[in-house]
């Protein structure tokens, strides 16, 4: 295994291990379901883990091994687990860590179906959940009871891009001995590396930016070898959401250019964010590489770069908002985000329409608020479309 103190190279070799007699210079896939033991005792002493060596794919496999070490290595943690979707990961993490009567304090503002998992699933299991402004370290610190375990959030968070000042809690955690978990995904470990902030577990919805090609869902989580292998030995194992020999090979395939694709996604963005700023069909962007945007500040030391999502209000009715997205020719209406494809969506009735009402107004989503997660298209192309579409509601 290598290793350099370049992100860009690790993107290509860190965590890469030699495969095998015929030196392959990309990873095979073991397109396995189980492996053979050489007699009984080979089996049942890999079983009882007094012998290294694969026993069957939902417990690890060579491929997905692979794709672990190198995401370790980007987030700079020990350890790393890969997982058959971001939403496998996330409850993975939130079942592997909490027990009825344990306390998880997490963000009013959080994506969809995590929201969901947590406002509706997690108290079915007897675990108590408190929604804060994760921004607000009083706000945190108030919500912190004698059963807290978890402290989970976002940042920048979907769909707002709100940013969460990272070594504010991973202090908070470090004082109480609480577990403080971050997805990390609109970042990717490009701009943002929590762990080095003192984050416990890093969080990917590998489907995004890791992959890079619209054509995997896939999950990860990053962090100490402690937790990483009690996920792993319990609930991945035991719930079963992993990630299949094929979809990892992919997700190699896509850090290998992670760097480059993540520079441009930023590039664009920023042009993009910029020209909207600037219509006047436009009543607010939500960028943090806008100066009005309050992650700003953040730019530069924790954020290497604001990424390619933003999200904008229009001026305007819900109908016409809904003209405008139906308008455009070039960028895709599609949920998901870090493709190559400029993709556009509506979050009160897509990504986050497991939020009542009540839940959108108090998480800031209005029925004009549109997510737009800009691709790696020549950005002329992106503004032209965007600017032929906007004349509708002019
Ligand atoms: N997490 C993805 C997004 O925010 C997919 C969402 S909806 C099933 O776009």
């Not at 379901?33 to 496999?61: C, E, K, M, P, W």
């Not at 992993?242 to 290998?256: F, T």
Request: hydrophobic share 40%; proline share 4%; glycine share 10%.
């Amino acid at each position: 295994m290598w290793e350099s103190k370049n992100i860009e190279t690790n993107t290509i070799h860190g965590g890469k291990k030699s495969q095998g007699e015929h030196g392959p210079l990309s990873t095979p896939i073991y397109q396995t379901s189980t492996f053979v033991f050489d007699d009984v005792q080979q089996g049942a002493d890999r079983f009882a883990g007094d012998a290294q060596g694969h026993i069957y794919s939902r417990l690890g496999n060579p491929t997905v091994d692979e794709l672990e070490a190198r995401m370790a290595v980007l987030e700079e943690t020990e350890a790393a687990a890969a997982f058959g979707s971001g939403m496998g990961a996330v409850s993975a993490a939130v079942f592997g860590l909490l027990k009825a009567g344990d306390h998880l304090i997490t963000s009013h503002r959080l994506y969809g179906c995590t929201f969901a998992l947590f406002n509706h699933q997690l108290p079915a299991f007897g675990i108590e959940v408190s929604f804060v402004d994760l921004a607000d370290a009083q706000a945190v610190r108030a919500a912190i009871k004698p059963n807290t375990k978890v402290i989970y959030g976002e940042t920048p968070i979907n769909p707002c891009l709100t940013v969460i000042d990272l070594d504010s809690i991973a202090a908070i955690g470090q004082e109480h001995g609480i577990i403080t978990v971050i997805d990390n995904t609109f970042m990717s470990p490009i701009l943002q590396r929590p762990a080095t902030h003192g984050i416990d577990l890093v969080l990917h919805s590998a489907t995004k930016y890791l992959n890079g090609h619209g054509d995997v869902v896939a999950g990860i989580l990053c962090g100490p070898s402690a937790l990483i292998d009690h996920i792993k030995m319990t609930t991945r194992k035991d719930m079963g959401a992993v990630m299949s020999p094929h979809d990892a090979w992919l997700v190699i395939r896509g850090l290998k250019t992670l760097h480059l694709r993540v520079q441009r996604h930023c590039e664009n963005a920023q042009v993009v964010a910029e020209y909207l700023q600037g219509h006047g069909a436009i009543e607010k962007v939500y960028y943090p590489g806008l100066p009005d945007h309050p992650g700003y500040r953040l730019l530069g030391t924790q954020m290497q770069g604001a990424g390619g999502v933003m999200a904008f209000e229009l001026k305007c009715s819900f109908e016409q908002a809904v003209a405008f997205i139906n308008q455009l020719k070039m960028c895709k209406r599609a949920v998901s985000l870090g493709d190559a494809e400029t993709l556009i969506q509506h979050p009160a009735s897509m990504t986050h329409s497991t939020y009542a009402p009540e839940e959108l107004a108090e998480a800031g989503i209005s029925r004009t608020l549109i997510r737009l997660a800009v691709g790696l298209e020549n950005a002329e192309d992106i503004k032209a479309d965007l600017d032929q579409a906007l004349v509708t509601i002019l």
